[in-house]
């Protein structure tokens, strides 16, 4: 089984704050993924979201947890998938800064051997994180210039 975590860039007028219609906007925007990454307002993990956010947890900044697990859960009365997240626009232009002012390198030195150890190819595994890091300054960085929120939902 695969596991996604899905971020949405979006104007905070162009939503509603009600998981049904959350879980339905993310659900065409998940079918759309391949041409809304390609525009930037997308990006999506497969099984990772995790080892990411564990990787950014190295951090020694406040804001370390917004990229991956930040904003706050929408409600859902009805138990029904996915679970969504909502980051305002302030939360995500923290995100956006973090994500800009903090090293790669230091990161990579300071997550230490758990991650180095993840793949017997530890240039390969460097290079995966590297690029999990510079999609999400990427699209955060869009996102915050816009003065968008982001919606996060994890599909299974």
């Known amino acids: 089984m695969s596991i996604h975590l899905h971020f949405r860039a979006v104007a905070e007028t162009g939503i509603r704050d009600d998981h049904a219609w959350l879980a339905a906007f993310m659900s065409e925007a998940w079918d759309r993924r391949a041409d809304e990454h390609e525009a930037g307002v997308s990006t999506s993990f497969d099984k990772v979201s995790g080892l990411v956010a564990e990787f950014y ?14 904003g706050r859960p929408v409600a859902n009365d009805t138990g029904f998938d996915p679970p969504l997240m909502l980051m305002d626009a302030p939360e995500v232009s923290r995100a956006a800064r973090f994500l800009t002012a903090v090293s790669f390198d230091d990161l990579w030195r300071a997550a230490g051997p758990r991650f180095r150890a993840l793949c017997p190819d530890e240039e390969s595994n460097r290079e995966e994180f590297r690029s999990y890091h510079h999609g999400l300054r990427a699209f955060y960085a869009q996102a915050a210039s816009a003065g968008h929120a982001v919606v996060k939902a994890v599909w299974a």
């Open 57 to 70: 947890s190295a951090a020694e900044a406040d804001d370390r947890e917004l990229p991956v697990h930040g």
